[in-house]
T-cell receptor, first 112, second 115 residues
Framework: DQQVKQNSPSLSVQEGRISILNCDYT??????FLWYKKYPAEGPTFLIS?????DKNEDGRFTVFLNKSAKHLSLHIVPSQPGDSAVYFC???????????FGAGTQVVVTP | EPEVTQTPSHQVTQMGQEVILRCVPI?????FYWYRQILGQKVEFLVS????????KSEIFDDQFSVERPDGSNFTLKIRSTKLEDSAMYFC?????????????FGPGTRLTVL
């Protein structure tokens, strides 16, 4: 089941720079997209989300962009901080109460 | 801030044994979920639960699995006869309502090791 894809397994970025994480999806029925952050031995922590009726949502250092025609979304983190080092998962769903479909995750390492 | 809790944090069991994984969702949430992540693989959906019944289940959620909300606060996942391939992190999640902008909040997980 490859409905949500994160093609970059890892990303290394310098502290203070921008981190850009990408996510592609195939199911046109998805109407809500979420980004979760996960540290080792912990559960996914909700970061930011976007509805399919929007193309951008911003929360502090985090911005998510949605391109519905390309079935692509991205998460921008600026400026990146060492505490941002974690695995980031893109997830999507097609119902308000429905299951989340997760991507494989991108390991972000922020170096000083 | 309210959070989803799960116990135990780590469970080791012998193949063929029954295990019960426990979750306490956030108190005013109405929708409950179990997911799992096998080492090196994606987080995958197992089952969703609303109004004391299963809303949806995946192909993984076969007759060996069951869920229950026994007392209005706990939400449990039972595996009747564990297999080696059930070894994974199991995450419970809850969501307040079925509003389009509602989010699922995850617990810290239970690491299940089947020997």
């Amino acid at each position: 089941d490859q409905q949500v894809k994160q093609n970059s397994p890892s990303l290394s970025v310098q502290e203070g720079r921008i981190s850009i994480l990408n996510c592609d999806y195939t199911n046109s029925m998805f109407d809500y997209f979420l980004w979760y952050k996960k540290y080792p031995a912990e559960g996914p922590t909700f970061l930011i989300s976007i509805s399919s009726i929007k193309d951008k949502n911003e929360d502090g250092r985090f911005t998510v962009f949605l391109n519905k025609s390309a079935k692509h979304l991205s998460l921008h983190i600026v400026p990146s901080q060492p505490g941002d080092s974690a695995v980031y998962f893109c997830a999507a769903r097609s119902d308000s109460w429905g299951k989340l479909q997760f991507g494989a995750g991108t390991q972000v390492v922020v170096t000083p | 801030e309210p959070e989803v809790t799960q116990t135990p944090s780590h469970q080791v069991t012998q193949m063929g044994q029954e295990v019960i994984l426990r979750c306490v969702p956030i108190s005013n949430h109405l929708y409950f979920y179990w997911y799992r992540q096998i080492l090196g693989q994606k987080v995958e959906f197992l089952v969703s639960f609303y109004n004391n019944e299963i809303s949806e289940k995946s192909e993984i959620f076969d007759d060996q699995f069951s869920v229950e909300r026994p007392d209005g606060s706990n939400f449990t996942l039972k595996i009747r006869s564990t297999k080696l391939e059930d070894s994974a992190m199991y995450f419970c999640a809850s969501q307040p309502l079925a509003v389009s902008t509602d989010t699922q909040y995850f617990g810290p997980g239970t690491r299940l090791t089947v020997l």
